[in-house]
């Protein structure tokens, strides 16, 4: 599941807690670890609204307070999961883009540490 943009819901309050509400209930009954879970910008689409600065934010929050998730389940839904999805956990993609850093004598990127847990 992709909850990339969730703009037009996100706005309105009584909306935010209601898709929360159905969000959480589908986590706890089909995805306990949220592990299915992926929120990937959708930046192209978000760059439109005047909020797109704090919409990362909104995001999170919305996890937390209306979802319901813990620390644990909003980083792999933010972090986590899309790094495994776009193969940057391990594995080829990951070995690829970490010699391409190492060949230019580049620090790894801040996400090359990452694990699932």
Not at 38 to 45: L, N, P, Q, R
Not at 83 to 109: N, V
Request: overall charge negative; aromatic content about 12%; charged content about 30%.
């Amino acid at each position: 599941m992709d909850i990339s943009y969730l703009s037009e819901i996100l706005e309105h309050e009584e909306d935010r807690a209601y898709l929360g509400s159905l969000l959480h209930d589908w986590i706890v009954a089909n995805d306990p670890e949220a592990r299915h879970i992926v929120y990937g910008t959708d930046w192209v689409m978000i760059g439109r609204h005047a909020f797109f600065a704090r919409y990362g934010a909104t995001i999170r929050d919305f996890l937390e307070r209306d979802c319901k998730l813990t620390k644990q389940q909003i980083e792999r839904v933010l972090v986590i999961n899309p790094l495994r999805y776009l193969g940057l956990l391990a594995g080829p993609t990951l070995e690829r883009i970490l010699k391409f850093y190492s060949d230019r004598e580049l620090p790894a990127p801040k996400w090359s540490g990452v694990r699932d847990a």
